[in-house]
């Protein structure tokens, strides 16, 4: 018989957790921030790919991202040793690719955008926006990061190029949803 896993260890109770390698450190530190905000961008994800009118071909890239971002998290809660030069596993410059690929074909059927767009519209936009303003965190927090350690370029470079995909997704699902965008009034 297989004994079944404890959930909870107790280990956390004074605030602490523990990197991969085993190096504790505070629950607030810099690192647990960057790879929570990335865990949690995951589950809004979730949320997202859960809508009823997500297409299948969005629901599969989105997985896609979700995989990916599996990586990155495992990679910034690893601990590597100062001055070592890592790389996210399973994280390539072609999955950069793809994604700007993604943003491309959506924006094609896009019309020019002028204006600030205000966050909102379809549940689809609604939760695209809200996954880019928690991309946007995740990359706050990354770059902090490295002015503490080494981050693999192409982590950035992902996360950056991320939001910008929940960007063009919020809108695309707006305009084909034929819900108006609402614009920015700065004189409001």
Same mark, same amino acid.
């Not at 019309?111 to 809200?130: D, M």
């Given at each position: 018989?297989?004994?079944?896993?404890?959930?909870? @260890?107790?280990?956390?109770? !004074? +605030?602490? $957790?523990?990197?991969?390698?085993?190096?504790?450190?505070?629950?607030? #530190? &810099?690192?647990?921030?960057?790879?929570?905000?990335?865990?949690?961008?995951?589950?809004?994800?979730?949320?997202?790919?859960?809508?009823?009118?997500?297409?299948?071909?969005?629901?599969?890239?989105?997985?896609?991202?979700?995989?990916?971002?599996?990586?990155?998290?495992?990679?910034?809660?690893?601990?590597?040793?100062?001055? @070592?030069?890592?790389?996210? !596993? +399973?994280? $390539?410059?072609?999955?950069?690719?793809?994604?700007?690929?993604?943003? #491309? &074909?959506?924006?094609?059927?896009?019309?020019?955008?002028?204006?600030?767009?205000?966050?909102?519209?379809?549940?689809?936009?609604?939760?695209?926006?809200?996954?880019?303003?928690?991309?946007?965190?995740?990359?706050?927090?990354?770059?902090?990061?490295?002015?503490?350690?080494?981050?693999?370029?192409?982590?950035?470079?992902?996360?950056?190029?991320?939001?910008?995909?929940?960007?063009?997704?919020?809108?695309?699902?707006?305009?084909?949803?034929?819900?108006?965008?609402?614009?920015?009034?700065?004189?409001?």
């Amino acid at each position: 018989m297989v004994k079944k896993s404890i959930i909870y @260890t107790a280990t956390g109770d !004074k +605030g602490q $957790t523990s990197l991969v390698g085993g190096k504790r450190v505070a629950k607030d #530190d &810099i690192r647990i921030e960057a790879y929570g905000s990335i865990d949690e961008l995951n589950s809004f994800i979730g949320m997202l790919d859960n809508l009823h009118n997500i297409t299948c071909e969005t629901k599969e890239f989105l997985r896609v991202i979700q995989n990916k971002l599996f990586n990155i998290g495992a990679y910034l809660a690893t601990d590597y040793p100062a001055g @070592t030069v890592s790389t996210a !596993k +399973g994280l $390539t410059e072609e999955d950069i690719k793809r994604l700007e690929n993604e943003i #491309d &074909i959506l924006d094609s059927e896009l019309p020019p955008l002028h204006n600030f767009i205000l966050p909102g519209g379809s549940r689809i936009s609604t939760f695209s926006h809200i996954c880019r303003s928690i991309t946007r965190r995740a990359e706050r927090r990354i770059i902090t990061l490295t002015g503490i350690t080494y981050i693999d370029p192409n982590v950035i470079k992902y996360i950056n190029r991320l939001s910008d995909f929940f960007f063009v997704l919020a809108r695309f699902n707006n305009i084909h949803n034929q819900i108006e965008e609402i614009f920015w009034d700065k004189d409001c």
